[in-house]
Each structure stands twice: as structure tokens, then as C-alpha cells.
């Protein structure tokens, strides 16, 4: 249920704390999944009116074959960048711990394709992909005009900021917090209570605690298991 509110929220635009995330009853929380999805449709409604590509009118896409997600890709490369995108954008059905890529030649130094996890698309909807092209789209332009492109870069960041995309191209991640029961340590997420695991630090066993979602953007917020 917060996963459905999370993609909501992005699809409106509003902003919800983290904090307050956290404290919202399961009632509370059905209620504003009924209210932004009434926003959503209102706004994704005006937008199909007008004939230019709105981002926000895009509410589902077509995981059959690449065409409609390429389609939208080079929609929004011409929006922020004034120019279509040179390279195939391709569903991957098994990128997990990425919600997308832009991968280029090593050797060569051409670029080959920007990659979309189809499984963040499942999960979390058609604006948070869309965050996610415009931030692989802004590492493909720099790294086109030969300018620092990577996610540490300065100009790479400031890009990010000027069109809206997130700095971080990763998936959310949700799990029990363990921590070691010697010394304590943070141990990571673990999707499952299980006994036999053992920390790398002390060689430990694991204490569970609460389940998180870990947003993309690095806000950790407690809920209950679905
Ligand atoms: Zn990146
Ligand atoms: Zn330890």
C-alpha cells in the first residue's frame, strides 16, 4: 500500500514527508491513495486534451515491445534537450537493483543504449520510469557533447536538478532492518526473518528489526510488511 501512495504521490507531484509517511493509520492512508488518484485522473485528463506531449499524461505504458517506451523517450529528449535520443531505449525484464542504465562502448566510446527496468515499471508506475529516462537521458547528451556525465559529476547533478530528474537512477528497496547482535552494527535489508544468517562483521547471528521501504532518494520509511 505505501508503494502504491509512493508512485501516486509522484504522479501528482505532491510531497508527502517522509516522517509523515511513517505515521499515517492504514485508514489515513487509503484515504489519500482515494484522493490522489481523483487528482491524478483530473490532471492526466487535461494534459491528453491538448495535442503536445505532456509527461504527465502518461499514465501506464506499453511493456509489449520498446516502441511506445522509445517513443517516449525521444519525447522527452526534445523537450529537455532539444534533440532525439540516438540510441535504442529497451525494456530489460530482469534489472532489479538499477532502475535503468545508459551503457556505452568502452573501447569504441560510442554509446549503445539506455535500458529500463521493467520490473521498477510493475512495481511503481509510468512517472517514476519517467524520472528515471530523463535522468539516464541527461548521462546520454552529456556524454554525447563530451562533458562530465557521470552520477558524481557536478554538471551531471545540476542537470538533474534544471529538468526534474531524480539524482539517483535506483530501485526502492524494502526489507527487515537487521543489525549484528554483537556489536550492534548495521547489517543490511533482508527480505525474509531468517535464522541461520550471520553478520559479516562479527560472524554473528542477525536481530531483526522493523520492515523499511528505502526510497530512491534515500528516505527510509517503517511499514508493515504487505
Ligand atoms: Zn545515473
Ligand atoms: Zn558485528
Redo the contacts with the bound molecule.
Keep these: 500500500m505505501m508503494k502504491t501512495l509512493y508512485s501516486l504521490l509522484l504522479e501528482v507531484g505532491e510531497n508527502l514527508e517522509a516522517a509523515s509517511l511513517s505515521q499515517l493509520t492504514h485508514e489515513e492512508a487509503k484515504q489519500w491513495i482515494a484522493r490522489l488518484k481523483q487528482l491524478a485522473r483530473v490532471k492526466a485528463k487535461s494534459f491528453m486534451d491538448s495535442d503536445v506531449f505532456h509527461e504527465k499524461a502518461i499514465r501506464s505504458l506499453d511493456t509489449r515491445d520498446n516502441k511506445e517506451l522509445d517513443w517516449v523517450g525521444n519525447q522527452l529528449s526534445l523537450q529537455y534537450f532539444g534533440r532525439p535520443c540516438k540510441v535504442p531505449i529497451e525494456w530489460d525484464k530482469s534489472l532489479k537493483n ?1 532502475a ?3 551503457s556505452f562502448d568502452l573501447r569504441t566510446q560510442r554509446p549503445l543504449r539506455i535500458v529500463q527496468s521493467m520490473w521498477q515499471y510493475n512495481q511503481f508506475g509510468a512517472q517514476h520510469v519517467i524520472g528515471t529516462l530523463k ?2 537521458l ?2 546520454f547528451h552529456l556524454f554525447m557533447e563530451g562533458r562530465p556525465f ?2 558524481e559529476d557536478e554538471e ?1 547533478k545540476q542537470l538533474c536538478h534544471q529538468i526534474g530528474a531524480p ?3 535506483l530501485a526502492m528497496k524494502e526489507g527487515y532492518v537487521t543489525s549484528c547482535s554483537a556489536c550492534g552494527g548495521f547489517a543490511g535489508l533482508e527480505k525474509k526473518p531468517k535464522k541461520k544468517l550471520i553478520s559479516r562483521c562479527c560472524k554473528s547471528s542477525l536481530d531483526f528489526g522493523s520492515f523499511v521501504l528505502i526510497f530512491p532518494n534515500g528516505q527510509v520509511v517503517e511499514v508493515e510488511k504487505e
Design positions: 538499477a535503468g542504465y545508459f535522468h539516464e541527461a548521462h557521470r552520477d551531471f539524482l539517483y537512477a
